[in-house]
């Protein structure tokens, strides 16, 4: 009942982020990513690529894209964090915006090799929409940090 709980509270933050009213200079923080990154840091890598690949397949379904693109990036981001804890201490409560930082660079490669090979391409957005996000990330990872520490005690109850 937990585990369901959790979810649920997940796919509210899914839709929450997909709600046009919360953008901020026209790109929303992508709080599914951050935690992704935070339940990969602080679980496992394992579990976080079953995580990336169901929250990749809702993103997909919320955002009528290609299935499988937000699947693929999210994968990519929870295996990456692997190479990440290598790097940083994983305990700090900075090293997740610093991550999330470079994780939606990591993104945004990704979903501009996808748009080459399947659509049209506005290499403005490329430029500016990036940015943005990751700052917006990097700022909201700190807040979201608490947020998920909460919601990962419902879906892990017996480790954390």
């Known amino acids: 009942m937990r585990t369901i709980l959790g979810i649920i509270i997940l796919a509210l933050i899914g839709v929450i982020q997909s709600i046009p009213e919360?953008?901020?200079?026209?790109?929303?923080?992508?709080?599914?990513?951050i935690f992704i990154i935070f339940y990969s840091l602080k679980i496992s890598v394992a579990q976080g690529?079953?995580?990336?690949?169901?929250?990749?397949?809702?993103?997909?379904?919320?955002?009528?894209?290609?299935?499988?693109?937000?699947?693929?990036?999210?994968?990519t981001i929870a295996?990456?964090?692997?190479?990440?804890?290598?790097?940083?201490?994983?305990?700090?409560?900075?090293?997740?915006?610093?991550?999330?930082?470079?994780?939606?660079?990591?993104?945004?490669?990704?979903l501009f090799i996808?748009?080459?090979l399947f659509s049209n391409i506005s290499v403005s957005n490329w430029l500016v929409l990036p940015l943005i996000e990751a700052g917006l990330n990097f700022v909201f990872a700190f807040p979201m940090y608490f947020?998920?520490?909460?919601?990962?005690?419902?879906l892990v109850p017996e480790s954390y």
Not at 25 to 31: A, E, M, N, T
Not at 87 to 92: A, E, M, R, T
Not at 147 to 154: G, L, N, P, S
């Open 22 to 33: 919360f953008k901020i200079y026209g790109v929303l923080p992508d709080l599914l990513l």
């Open 49 to 75: 690529l079953i995580w990336a690949a169901f929250i990749g397949f809702f993103q997909d379904l919320l955002t009528s894209s290609n299935i499988g693109t937000h699947i693929f990036v999210n994968a």
């Open 147 to 154: 947020v998920y520490k909460w919601i990962t005690r419902f």
């Open 114 to 116: 996808e748009s080459l």
């Open 79 to 110: 295996y990456s964090v692997e190479l990440y804890k290598k790097i940083f201490v994983s305990d700090l409560i900075p090293t997740l915006s610093i991550i999330s930082l470079i994780s939606t660079f990591v993104k945004y490669v990704i």
